[in-house]
Nanobody, 124 residues
Framework: QVQLVESGGGLVQAGGSLRLSCAAS????????MGWFRQAPGKEREFVAAINWSGDSTNYADSVKGRFTISRANAKNQMYLQMNSLKPEDTAVYYCARTRFGRAGIVDRDFDYWGQGTQVTVSS
């Protein structure tokens, strides 16, 4: 089993920055891709970003390209999401997840373990 715990969420003004962290425990995640999803109130969960096992391949949703950066520290069993130039439409609960394989996933079915989420609220 793998446990994933997100942290770093909070309230920030538009244009500000936040850094989310995802800490993994239980079995190692260093051989697997990982990713971030988000779900806003009344909307379906959507893909944000993903990274492969080694950290040298990433995928981003068009809505966050150029503003968000995903990274990982395998030695620490951690993954991060640096979010800059935040917009009110980025407001959501953000979830980290592990893929079923080593590459960076994109769709929900690529991921098998999920965290409980952390709230990000961007005020205008």
């Amino acid at each position: 089993q793998v446990q994933l715990v997100e942290s770093g969420g909070g309230l920030v003004q538009a244009g500000g920055s936040l850094r989310l962290s995802c800490a993994a425990s239980g079995r190692t995640v260093s051989n697997y891709g990982m990713g971030w999803f988000r779900q806003a109130p009344g909307k379906e969960r959507e893909f944000v970003a993903a990274i492969n096992w080694s950290g040298d391949s990433t995928n981003y949703a068009d809505s966050v390209k150029g503003r968000f950066t995903i990274s990982r520290a395998n030695a620490k069993n951690q993954m991060y999401l640096q979010m800059n130039s935040l917009k009110p439409e980025d407001t959501a609960v953000y979830y980290c997840a592990r893929t079923r394989f080593g590459r960076a996933g994109i769709v929900d079915r690529d991921f098998d373990y999920w965290g409980q989420g952390t709230q990000v609220t961007v005020s205008s």
